[in-house]
């Protein structure tokens, strides 16, 4: 199926059971209704009608996660950015609270995915004709799972117990329901990330990018991979890593495999679902607020005389001091993910006059007052094919990365150091060194967990991942590396340091109200 057709049609399953039931209940996680809520009353009748029933889990159920909510928490709080935005800047000095907008945002978001997962799961097999292939209904369930436990993996790293919901409807008389504990979810996420493998399509992926914007089996392996190393079962990790990589379906860009393109390449709209891309939100303005990526206006520069902005303000969140600094001499990622002063861009065009973009003087680059912006996921106005088009609110149709073929590498290289001081395993320096080759650096011979953590850092800059690492290390040292950060702007050096209360956001205060147990003790989990 072609992409333009894939992903201009919005089928999010809202079944008539379902939204009775949502529209019989207060707003709470248990009953989040569709972000684009649409009644069916007939049958699935084809395959293509069955492939279209995620597309929006692709992109509109993410959205009021990824505006706004994912950078503020990830990257404005795990010190990558700065920002000095009111809506947007609490987790700069950690005092987010429950009655945070983008907090209830975030949270919202990721309920409505998992509500969504959830009526695919239980429902959809009732749903279709006679004509649908058995293959294509398992394979869209499959996505389902998969989305399911990507939701809850952002929910349980984010808030720790949360309730485990497999089906809404078992909640609709009863909205008050207690948390379970981490473990139980991390063992849900892994059971529906197993399930997706099961049930997925396997994908060889080349440059018909068209045909890769859904994930597949080695996503789901990908994934889970990455769960498995969050628990520290490294041998789980690095054989799930190594299946994936021995699959060869997937390809950094300016690897050896793909030498005519490069690490820049990737946060181009040309190069949406590339060879790298593991799982990416699918943007596509289709005329409804929340259907397009924000990240052209959020990043990049913003003045009377220089902008990259397709609106009327831009630069809301900016790179940090302390990210400024981190990047080694010779490092080709530091140009593609800050823009410096002085640095040129001839595919990224400005206003006024359409020109192309030599970043002003630091002071002139205006926005939040750091001396320099944001390049990745930064692709300037509207210029043809070049950044595809722009919708009524500016947001545009370039992907937003959830995982990708590097950093799945650098888990493989992580679970063979297996929580060792060091390695100087051929396949765990393999995969290590390709990440650092690719960005024009030597390779190393031996690695330690802290060279591993820092070209995480260094390489998954801006796309939500350090604070999740900055998590997952001892708390003392994770305690002593955000003190030490500069979390102000180029004129005012400002330092924060969190307590162990910080290290997990607080529940909405909204949805505490509704649902007091959410601050209650955890309880297991009785799977069937």
Not at 56 to 65: A, D, K, N
Not at 211 to 239: D, Q
Request: proline fraction near 4%.
């Amino acid at each position: 199926m072609k992409m333009k057709t894939l992903f201009n049609t919005y089928k999010l399953l809202a079944f008539a059971v379902v939204i009775l039931a949502f529209g019989s209940c207060d707003d709470d996680f248990t009953n989040r209704p569709p972000e684009d809520q649409i009644s069916l009353d007939a049958y699935y009748s084809s395959n293509d009608q069955v492939a279209s029933a995620t597309n929006g889990m692709y992109s509109r159920t993410w959205f009021q996660f990824e505006n706004k909510f994912f950078w503020a928490v990830t990257e404005v709080g795990s010190g990558n950015m700065y920002t000095g935005s009111s809506d947007v800047n609490a987790m700069r000095n950690f005092s987010l609270n429950g009655s945070d907008p983008e907090l209830v945002n975030g949270w919202s978001s990721l309920w409505a995915n998992v509500a969504q997962s959830n009526a695919i799961i239980n429902f959809l097999a009732n749903r279709v004709g006679p004509a649908v292939d058995d293959d294509v209904l398992q394979n869209t369930i499959g996505e389902a799972y998969f989305m399911r436990a990507t939701a809850y993996f952002y929910l349980v790293r984010l808030w720790g117990a949360v309730p485990i919901i497999e089906n809404n409807l078992d909640f609709t008389t009863n909205p008050v329901i207690p948390t379970n504990r981490v473990e139980d979810i991390y063992q849900l996420i892994e059971m529906d990330y197993q399930k997706a493998i099961e049930k997925l399509f396997e994908k060889n992926r080349g440059s018909n990018y068209a045909a890769n914007g859904h994930v597949s089996k080695g996503s789901a392996k990908s994934m889970l991979a990455k769960v498995y190393l969050y628990e520290k079962k490294y041998a789980e990790a690095r054989a799930m890593a190594e299946d994936v990589i021995n699959s060869g379906e997937f390809k950094l860009l300016g690897g050896p495999q793909l030498p005519s393109k490069s690490f820049g390449d990737l946060f181009t709209y040309a190069n949406n679902n590339n060879e790298e891309s593991i799982f990416a939100l699918q943007w596509k303005g289709d005329g409804n607020y929340g259907s397009a990526n924000n990240c052209n206006t959020q990043f990049g520069i913003s003045t009377a005389t220089v902008s990259t902005s397709n609106a009327s303000y831009g630069g809301v969140f900016a790179p940090s001091q302390d990210i400024m600094a981190a990047y080694e001499t010779g490092d080709l990622r530091r140009k593609e993910t800050i823009m410096f002063p002085g640095a040129t861009y001839p595919n990224i065009k400005v206003v006024p006059g359409g020109g192309t973009l030599t970043v002003p003087a630091a002071d002139q680059i205006g926005g939040q007052g750091a001396g320099a912006a944001i390049k990745k996921y930064c692709i300037g106005i509207v210029n043809g094919t070049v950044t595809g088009p722009a919708d009524n609110w500016a947001m545009m149709d370039n992907n937003t990365y959830i995982m990708r073929y590097a950093d799945l590498l650098l888990i493989h290289a992580e679970a063979v150091l297996a929580g060792g001081a060091s390695t100087s395993d051929a396949s765990a320096l393999a995969s290590f060194n390709a990440v650092r080759n690719r960005a024009g650096l030597s390779s190393l011979a031996s690695i330690t967990f802290n060279d591993i953590f820092k070209e995480r850092r260094l390489e998954l800059c801006f796309e939500g991942d350090y604070w999740f690492d900055l998590g997952r290390i001892p708390r003392a040292q994770a305690t002593a590396i955000m003190a030490a950060q500069n979390r102000g702007n180029k004129d005012f050096e400002e330092h924060y340091t969190p307590e162990e209360g910080d290290f997990l956001i607080p529940y909405p205060d909204n949805e505490v109200a509704k649902n007091p147990l959410l601050i209650e003790a955890p309880v297991p989990y009785v799977f069937d």
